[in-house]
């Protein structure tokens, strides 16, 4: 049992990590840094020059290097850019790549799985001394960036959110309110591997499973999640206790019948001959059937199914469905009598007709409550919208008999009509809550979530998927020549190799294919990269270098450059 006896285990890849780092470097969660470092036991005359001003900023998202197993310790791999000013002006930029072990965990108040950085440890600094600087300089400038690291990034941002470890808690068809809430508990957390971190959860009152009888069940997926078939029951148990799902459903209707009318008439022929008999010939009665219909109502009521988990996405489902059917035969009747004055004789007078009468009668009345006992039904285990896993559409067959002496065409119709309402109105089987959250909190982005992977067996079933983020996508083709500055202050476009380009934030960078396109925008060309496109105020010229400057003579001719 991979899930190890926990109702919900959710295994997140360290593929999913990257891209929440990711997410929050496009973003701009990470914070750029800013400070001043004074070492310790500087004489006052000295403090002026031993004083580093330092910035530092990232470079690209920061990616997990390693997990370990035996910490639930994450070891991050980040690349920056460091800008110390020493001895009083002294500007010095050096590339910085930095690995950062940090401790994960879930919250208790959000239910989110986190990267704790106020507790990180920094592992390790390794400076691009392009400057050739003395030992000395370097480890006084480790200890600088490593201060403020700590103090400017770490403590100020605090923790990396990834995914939903806790997921939302409610259920298709429940009324609102917080005790309708499907309550849950963690369970434990681990690392497989040094790729695997495993979130195990448990329903309502349940507190089994054991750690370590979790298995990898992520294999390449970003995501996975495993339910095992006891928390399926909890899920079902509590959802049926509460929900609006209206367990009784009524059908009716009407039928109308044409071979009925053909019997009825046949058989007030035999009644009309007697009578005509009776009265020696001098009363002649004739009855005709216009139409025949049988009205119908039927009503069922469910009660609470059974399952089973069964291979190939199914479950096995019993329920009992208690049924009350009624049926009501009415026909639309005819009857015109007449006086023959002759009697048997031969007719020489016209028979006159005396009484014509058109009415509709109930012929026939009958009511019958049973129960159908529904064994062996299947259905399909699917993921809906809401990432929850359900099970529906049985799949049932059934054989009814109603021992009412209605015709066939009717008595067939009925029998149709408890059958749609058993297969179709059956309630639905929530099997989990959302197991992958959509929305990811403190972000700009929405997290999208393809399930590749469906496989159930008879004690649990196991979900994969991949994830995307809106708005930061896997690859773009081609990559745009010019970068935009969407900062109020700003507004400039740059060349992509702009000197520039590296100080704007990430999340106010817009890329151009069209040049052209940024300007209808609103905005200006760099100074330095696009300077015959500069734009500060007023209407847009564009700027013509003087080398190039053309001016037209009093009749309109052209002239060489100045």
């Known amino acids: 049992m991979k899930t190890g006896g926990f109702d919900l285990v959710v295994e997140v890849h360290e593929k999913m990590i990257d891209k929440a780092l990711a997410d929050a470097f496009y973003t701009s969660s990470f914070p750029e840094v800013k400070g001043t470092y004074v070492p310790e036991d500087i004489p006052a005359e000295l403090r002026d020059i031993a ?30 850019e460091i800008f110390l000013t020493i001895l009083g002006g002294i500007r010095i930029e050096l590339d910085a790549n930095i690995c950062l072990e940090a401790a994960i965990g879930v ?9 704790d950085l106020v507790g990180a440890r920094i592992d390790e600094i390794a400076l691009n001394d392009k400057y050739g600087l003395p030992r000395e300089t370097l480890d006084k400038m480790n200890n600088a960036i490593s201060i403020a690291l700590r103090s400017g990034f770490l403590d100020q941002y605090k923790r990396i959110e990834i995914t939903s470890a806790i997921p939302p808690l409610e259920l298709p068809y429940m009324p609102p309110g917080q005790e309708n809430r499907l309550p849950v508990s963690f369970g434990a957390l681990k690392v497989i591997g040094s790729k695997i971190i495993v979130v195990a959860l448990n329903f309502v009152n349940f507190r089994g499973g054991t750690v370590g009888q979790i298995a990898n069940f992520a294999d390449d997926y970003d995501l996975a999640a495993g339910v095992s078939e006891s928390g399926m029951h909890r899920v079902f148990d509590f959802w049926w206790d509460r929900t609006t799902w209206n367990k009784s459903f ?25 009578i005509n008999a009776l009265s020696l010939g001098f009363v002649e009665i004739t009855t005709e059937v216009l139409d025949a219909s049988v009205d119908y109502g039927v009503s069922a009521t469910f009660e609470k199914p059974g399952f089973d988990l069964r291979d190939n996405n199914n479950i096995r489902a019993n329920c009992m469905v208690h049924v ?27 028979d006159q007709e005396v009484d014509c009468i058109t009415a509709t009668y109930q012929l026939l009345s009958v009511e019958l409550p049973f129960d159908v006992d529904i064994e062996n039904a299947s259905a399909t285990v699917y993921v809906d919208d809401k990432k929850r896993l359900m099970a529906k559409d049985f799949d049932v067959d059934l054989e009814l008999t109603l021992p009412w002496n209605l015709p066939t065409q009717a008595l067939n119709g009925i029998i149709d009509v408890i059958e749609d309402i058993i297969k179709h109105y059956a309630p639905p089987v929530p099997l989990s809550p959302s197991i992958f959250t959509v929305p990811v909190p403190g972000t700009m982005m929405t997290l999208l979530s393809e399930i590749r992977e469906v496989v159930t067996n008879d004690v649990e079933a196991i979900v994969g998927a991949d994830v995307t983020f809106n708005g930061l996508p896997v690859q773009i083709v081609p990559v745009p020549k010019f970068i935009a500055d969407r900062r109020p202050r700003k507004r400039e476009v740059h060349r992509e190799e702009c000197e520039l380009v590296d100080d704007i934030p990430e999340r106010f960078k817009t890329g151009y294919f069209c040049l052209y396109d940024a300007f209808e925008k609103g905005f200006s060309g760099c100074k330095i990269c696009l300077p015959e496109y500069e734009r500060r105020r007023g209407p847009f010229r564009l700027k013509i270098p003087p080398s190039l400057r053309m001016e037209r003579v009093r009749r309109g001719a052209i002239v060489g450059p100045r």
């Open 107 to 115: 919250d208790p108040q959000t239910g989110m799985l986190v990267i």
């Open 51 to 80: 004083t580093v001003d330092y910035e530092f900023k990232l470079k690209e998202p920061p990616y997990v290097d390693a997990l370990r197993n035996d910490t639930g310790v994450v070891r991050i791999l980040v690349s920056g």
């Open 324 to 350: 009350k059917a009624w049926a009501e035969l009415w026909a639309t009747i005819r009857t015109t009598t007449e006086i023959d004055v002759t009697g048997p004789l031969p007719d020489i007078i016209p």
């Open 250 to 274: 009524e059908k009716s209707g009407t039928i109308e019948i044409d071979a009925a009318a053909t019997v009825i008439n046949a058989l007030f022929d035999i009644k009309d001959f007697i």
